[in-house]
């Protein structure tokens, strides 16, 4: 008897090499992140939409950039070796509404955040509760925001999935 196809294991990198999970899984992941940033309470993506993207190939960056093509918006990946400036250009351009950044550029994440209007919304990814470093880093970009007086949610990929896996 052959695996249904959501059965079949696939592979998505991760920080120790790859992460093995199956189709079904990282499907209702991209379910889940498309839901949250659809329907949630925060400013919605709708198609057309721009995601800049801030980190490096992982399972979040995969989870993430499937779902932007799920919604129909556009993924505008940002050259982690890029200068500032060329990467704030990049985003006032397109007008980008979120930032999905690695929680190692998170601080990169909340300077565009805070020099471009137009982002009202950062996305943590290859975010960790256990690390206390991610922890730290998340709560700091929380409060540079805060600070800053933009109303700019900063919120963890796990976070997001589990608030989006309730919604229909």
């Known amino acids: 008897m052959r695996a249904r196809p959501q059965d079949r294991p696939c592979f998505v990198p991760s920080a120790s090499q790859y992460e093995k999970t199956s189709f079904g899984e990282l499907w209702a992941r991209v379910r889940a992140v498309a839901n949250e940033w659809h329907t949630d309470a925060h400013p919605q ?71 471009s209007p137009s982002i009202d919304r950062i996305q943590v990814f290859d975010f960790h509760a256990e690390v206390s470093d991610h922890v730290d880093a998340l709560d700091e970009a929380r409060s540079r925001v805060k600070s800053a007086g933009r109303a700019v949610s900063v919120d963890s990929l796990p976070e997001v999935l589990r608030r989006g896996a309730g919604l229909p």
Do not use: H, N
Not at 49 to 61: C, I, N, P, Q, T
Not at 80 to 98: F, G, K, N, V
């Open 45 to 115: 993506l709708k198609p057309g939409g721009r995601v800049a993207m801030l980190g490096f190939a992982s399972g979040d960056y995969t989870i993430i950039d499937l779902a932007c093509t799920y919604l129909g918006c556009v993924s505008v990946p940002l050259q982690t070796s890029s200068p500032a400036s060329q990467q704030r250009a990049i985003t006032d351009e397109t007008e980008s509404r979120l930032v999905a950044a690695s929680v190692e550029r998170l601080d990169r994440a909340v300077d565009l955040t805070l020099e």
